[in-house]
């Protein structure tokens, strides 16, 4: 299976922005989803997942009220609107399948890792 996350930019601080994250070669309907962050310098941070059916969501503190997880099976894509970006959301997104159903905040959790996307919020 490959993933591919999209949407990445550059845009000034409270703005927004749509990652989307696409599988090819299966389909991940029966997987959790995660999204996770790289800043140069710093480890690799949990951002946001969803469950295989979209039932069940969990957010990093630095991001809940800020960022959504959507995922549409059909399609599918799993999305991540980011809200009200501040500088310190530049990082590269990856988003990635995990093992089972359900996501976790655990980056060993997840067997499968898209090529990122490049967000940078400017001040």
């Known amino acids: 299976v490959q993933l591919q996350a999209s949407g990445g930019g550059l845009v000034q601080a409270g703005k927004s922005l749509r990652l989307s994250c696409a599988a090819s070669?299966?389909?991940?309907?029966?997987?959790?989803i995660g999204w996770f962050r790289q800043a140069p310098g710093k480890e690799r941070e949990f951002v946001a997942g969803?469950?295989?059916?979209?039932?069940?969501?969990l957010y990093a503190d630095s991001v809940k009220g800020r960022f959504t997880i959507f995922r549409d099976n059909a399609k599918n894509t799993v999305d991540l609107q980011m809200n009200s970006l501040k500088p310190e959301d530049t990082a590269g997104y990856y988003c990635?399948?995990?093992?089972?159903?359900?996501?976790?905040?655990?980056?060993?959790?997840?067997?499968?890792w898209g090529q990122g996307t490049q967000v940078t919020v400017s001040s």
């Open positions: 990635a399948a995990a093992r089972r159903s359900y996501s976790s905040s655990i980056s060993a959790d997840y067997a499968y």
């Open positions: 070669g299966r389909t991940f309907s029966n997987n959790g």
């Open positions: 969803i469950s295989w059916r979209g039932e069940s969501t």
